[in-house]
């Protein structure tokens, strides 16, 4: 049977369907008032929440440096001589598409463009050092910190569901051990409620952004208008394909999903790479990682209290927030699929192997639109400036040899990247929503939030705007700075 209703946690279930529902139905029937309260908590949340955001990240990637290199980095998740569940090159593939979704074919081919419109730093535009800073930035906010965030949640989650063997994969279920009994009552529920609150807001926001990349493409190629009907239809393709990949399941589904999206990454950047400017590629790529590297802790703390120009909120507070809300639901995965590593093994698979998959990205199709503005072969920091940042994207990409060819197989990335994000994202709501798990969630409770994860997005894509989409992260990311610390704290309680 599909479906065991004795498993589905049933009032939990209704409820938090029914609070995805009510939100929708504001945005969908209050679009323009929506929009307008978004923009005004934009900026008071930004002032508010900051430097909190800034430092839960900087003070994960401590507290995981120090988890893997102590003795308890040594824990097998597992029995003692267990091997690991999944493949090397499967477990990251999963933890990568996961964590990332097509969010970074969007950011890494044009993240440059807007700090090469406004510095950080305080640096003049135009400069020499500006460009070479815009093109680095990107790597910081997809770093090692930012993973950290992402893997900080499953160090709890592993070590009971692993160890301990508790066959419950809920967030509030991690906090037991600070929380003890109340883990059962309303703060439990709260806890899971704000998990799956932020989760959908959170894939809203990705597919808010990723979308109208898509749409814009299929116009470069049909010649079909950019409307609103092309977003839901585009979304619905999305969501069928993910739809019918969680339904398969983890090792069938998610697994094979995520192998075949790494290998048409490395398929299309190595094409841009040998097509492209290559020396360029590899000359700016390796400046790039020398400016990280060498102001690491700087990048990490940097609020501009006095200049205040507005960069740190605008761009990494919203990074980090982002990080933060989709920090239980990777947690919650990347413990899942981590069964025979070590504590070790998972901390450092995560926050080396993220990062380095997301710098192929800044590094080829980033530097590739670099490349383009310099030499004047295309204007793209002019199209970001105009609100044409989708059209940018789809330029630079249609700009390499065989344009059409190339815009095709983006495309198509684009769309497994989003369903390898999405039915990761189904199968964790599954979970969250069942009593207990057996082997994996029920498979129509699969399917039926594999469906649900769609409404946000179609909510969201009427309002539009960088700025809804950021709010809406800043917003939802508040509950999910208590759930980190509170994690961690049930981690060290464990030990």
Not at 22 to 47: A, G, K, R
Not at 226 to 237: G, R
Request: hydrophobic fraction near 55%; glycine fraction near 8%; include cysteine.
């Amino acid at each position: 049977m599909y479906l065991k209703k004795s498993l589905i946690d049933w009032p939990f279930f209704l409820v938090a369907f029914l609070s995805l529902l009510i939100l929708c139905s504001i945005v969908f029937f209050y679009p323009n008032v929506t929009h307008t309260w978004l923009e005004q908590m934009h900026v008071q949340l930004t002032d508010m929440t900051g430097v909190l955001y800034l430092w839960i990240g900087f003070s994960s990637l401590i507290f995981l440096i120090w988890a893997a290199f102590s003795k308890h980095g040594q824990i097998r998740l597992g029995k003692k001589d267990e091997s690991p569940e999944f493949s090397t090159f499967s477990w990251i593939s999963m933890i990568f598409c996961a964590g990332i979704g097509s969010g970074i074919m969007y950011w890494g081919a044009i993240e440059w463009g807007y700090y090469y419109l406004e510095p950080p730093l305080g640096l003049i535009p135009g400069t020499p050092f500006a460009v070479e800073w815009s093109a680095a930035y990107g790597l910081f906010h997809y770093g090692p910190t930012a993973w950290a965030i992402y893997c900080l949640p499953a160090l709890p989650i592993a070590y009971l569901y692993h160890v301990k063997k508790v066959p419950i994969l809920k967030i509030s279920e991690a906090c037991r051990p600070v929380l003890n009994h109340h883990t059962d009552g309303f703060v439990g529920k709260l806890i899971d409620m704000f998990f799956m609150i932020g989760l959908l807001g959170a894939s809203g926001t990705t597919l808010g952004i990723s979308i109208p990349m898509m749409a814009e493409g299929v116009k470069r190629l049909t010649g079909i208008q950019h409307t609103y009907l092309l977003d839901i239809i585009l979304l619905l393709v999305c969501t069928i394909v993910f739809a019918v990949s969680v339904f398969a399941g983890m090792e069938k589904g998610v697994k094979r999903l995520s192998n075949i999206n790494v290998y048409l990454v490395f398929s299309l950047l190595i094409f841009v790479t040998i097509f492209g400017p290559t020396f360029f590629i590899l000359e700016i790529s390796t400046n790039s990682v020398g400016l990280v590297l060498n102001n690491f802790f700087r990048l990490n703390t940097w609020m501009d209290p006095i200049a205040q120009s507005g960069f740190p909120e605008k761009w990494t507070i919203f990074y980090w927030a982002w990080w933060i809300v989709y920090a239980p639901f990777i947690g919650l995965f990347i413990a899942k699929i981590s069964r025979g590593r070590t504590i070790k093994e998972m901390i450092l698979g995560t926050i080396i192997f993220g990062p380095v998959g997301c710098w192929l990205f800044f590094f080829v199709l980033g530097n590739y639109g670099l490349y383009l503005q310099n030499t004047t072969q295309l204007d793209v920091a002019s199209m970001i400036k105009q609100g044409h940042s989708n059209e940018a994207v789809i330029s630079i990409i249609h700009s390499l040899p065989f344009g059409d060819f190339t815009l095709i197989l983006f495309l198509i990335l684009a769309i497994i990247f989003v369903a390898t994000t999405y039915d990761t994202s189904s199968y964790m709501l599954a979970a969250v929503t069942q009593r207990k798990i057996e082997g994996e969630p029920i498979r129509l409770n699969r399917l039926f939030w594999a469906f649900s994860l769609a409404l946000p997005p179609m909510a969201l894509l009427i309002i539009g705007g960088l700025t809804s989409l950021q709010a809406v992260t800043l917003l939802v990311a508040i509950p999910s700075c208590i759930i980190m610390v509170l994690l961690s704290l049930s981690f060290l309680k464990l030990l």
